[in-house]
């Protein structure tokens, strides 16, 4: 089981992003999937979840509004469109797939996430 993650990079203040998880060893419809993002020094933190057919998401209160998942079960990614940045937006943000029925997870490798000021 593999998650690869992609799409970070180095945007200025208000760009924009588009961060993808493609899954290798599983099929994402039967998980639950999402993003966590890591600041400098801080813990992991919740970014946003979509669960079943991509009916149901959930955001952290911080990037509602600017930031939206969703899922693309032919591909079978998970991908997190990232819109008007913010330097506080800047960590290495990770994916994962959290399966519904038993609660094991998988975790993708991280992507470098950087927005200037």
């Known amino acids: 089981v593999q998650l690869q993650a992609s799409g970070g990079g180095l945007v200025q203040t208000g760009g924009s992003l588009r961060l993808s998880c493609t899954a290798s060893?599983?099929?994402?419809?039967?998980?639950?999937t999402g993003w966590f993002r890591q600041r400098s020094g801080q813990e992991r933190e919740f970014v946003a979840a979509?669960?079943?057919?991509?009916?149901?998401?959930r955001y952290t209160n911080a990037v509602k509004s600017r930031f939206l998942i969703s899922r693309d079960s032919a591909k079978n990614t998970v991908s997190l469109q990232m819109n008007s940045l913010e330097p506080e937006d800047t960590a290495v943000y990770y994916c994962?797939?959290?399966?519904?029925?038993?609660?094991?997870?998988?975790w993708g490798q991280g992507t470098q996430v950087t927005v200037s000021s």
């Open positions: 060893g599983l099929t994402l419809n039967s998980y639950a």
């Open positions: 994962y797939a959290r399966a519904i029925t038993t609660g094991r997870e998988y």
């Open positions: 979509i669960v079943w057919s991509g009916t149901v998401t």
